[in-house]
């Protein structure tokens, strides 16, 4: 279906999640356009955020090696959110990388796999609204607002 030149919805709508072993949930934020360093940044800071309310100290991250995971500005932020984690209190985030082209191996994949089934409309295309409800509705998330990219 051609997109419609009138239409003001964004192009493109990227989910950020993260699949919680110790309680089996998601942590889920949605940003209007495609994922980058700067949302990255900002989504682990919302999640170790979460983590350090409920009292955690460390968050271990396994994901894949998708430019926005591993781009040296990421990897630059971690470094120093870390330092001040150790000196300050907070969650220090370890990652762990998946070898290349391996969706098996990590836990989240089967999750999105099932919730896009579950949401997928037939009919017609879903409005970006509809499309965070229904994957908040599906995981039992809280539906927050959507991260936001720098633009400039």
């Excluded at 330092?83 to 098996?104: D, F, N």
Aim: some cysteine; overall charge positive; aromatic content about 8%.
């Amino acid at each position: 279906m051609p997109a419609d030149p009138q239409d003001a919805e964004p192009k493109a709508l990227s989910c950020y999640g993260l699949l919680r072993v110790d309680t089996g949930q998601m942590l889920l934020r949605f940003v209007r356009g495609r994922p980058v360093s700067q949302v990255t940044e900002d989504f682990l800071s919302w999640v170790c955020e979460r983590l350090a309310s409920e009292g955690k100290k460390a968050l271990l991250m396994i994901w894949d090696n998708a430019s926005w995971h591993v781009s040296q500005r990421v990897r630059a932020w971690i470094g120093a959110h870390n330092r001040r984690a150790k000196a300050e209190g907070g969650v220090r985030i370890v990652t762990c990388r998946l070898p290349s082209k391996s969706p098996w191996l990590n836990r989240i994949e089967p999750c999105w796999v099932h919730g896009k089934r579950a949401i997928h409309e037939p009919e017609r295309p879903l409005t970006s609204a509809e499309v965070m409800e229904r994957v908040c509705t599906y995981y039992g998330c809280e539906q927050l607002p959507p991260l936001e990219q720098d633009v400039g």
